[in-house]
């Protein structure tokens, strides 16, 4: 059993700081790195990456839709053409700052609302997918297990990765549940790692209404914005161990 950890990274902004991320990246193989529309700047750009390499944790674009007040959650009408170029221009940021720092970018992950809207909008995963290929189309594509981002991707010709959640529940079709539900946010560790561990061993989620989903799960992602988000990570990354599941980077 074997799986890759992602995490948001780089989300503070001007002066205001989000997150631990030096501490996460200790136990992460994956960074989500904001790329200044939802949150993130150039200064915490630069830095973060600078961080990762310092890890040796796998740098990834995480664009979303321009919305600093919401953090990306909220969803804003573009067309499939404007959601393109908003991709173009956020990797393309990023690429920047690899680059300065000799690093490679390996994958793009779509953040909040633009994640989840191309979870079923065919138009909005296409558009996503086609930015990443004219961009570089050696980049992996990470996207909910199941959605039509993943399936655009492999249309388009990118190599996918299919992603699982550690801290939210499932509704019946795959879908994650929505923030604004009771019940959304997994907070007890033990609860998330047997389901982190189901998700890999068996490859099915029990949704909320306890039906048994099929899933895969290549990468897991945990969010690093809560109060306890280091320790989260740390218990799980203790409990995979011991269960023997192994922790790996892609793309190295």
Known sequence: MIIDINCDMGESFGAYTFGADERLLEHI???????????????VMDKTVGLAKKYHVAVGAH????????????????????????LVYQI????????????KM????????????????????????????DLDSNLMLYGL??????????????RVVSEVFADRTYQPDGSLTPRRQAGAVIEDVDVAVKQV??????????AVNGALVQIEADTVCVHGDGAHAVRFVEKLREALDARGVEVVRFGV
């Open 145 to 158: 297990a199941g959605s039509e981002l993943l399936a655009a991707g492999r249309d388009r010709g990118l």
């Open 92 to 103: 393309g940021a990023l690429q920047a700052f690899c680059q300065i720092h000799d690093v």
């Open 197 to 206: 561990e189901r998700m890999i061993r068996d490859g099915v989620v029990e």
């Open 63 to 86: 664009p979303g839709f321009p919305d600093i007040a919401g953090f990306g959650r909220r969803m804003i009408d573009f067309s499939a053409d404007e959601i393109y170029r908003l």
């Open 106 to 133: 390996q994958y793009v992950k779509p953040h909040g609302a633009l994640y989840n809207l191309a979870g079923f909008d065919r138009g909005a995963a296409d558009a996503i997918a086609s930015a990443v290929y």
């Open 29 to 43: 193989t994956s960074a989500n790195i904001a790329c200044g529309s939802h949150a993130g700047d150039p200064n």
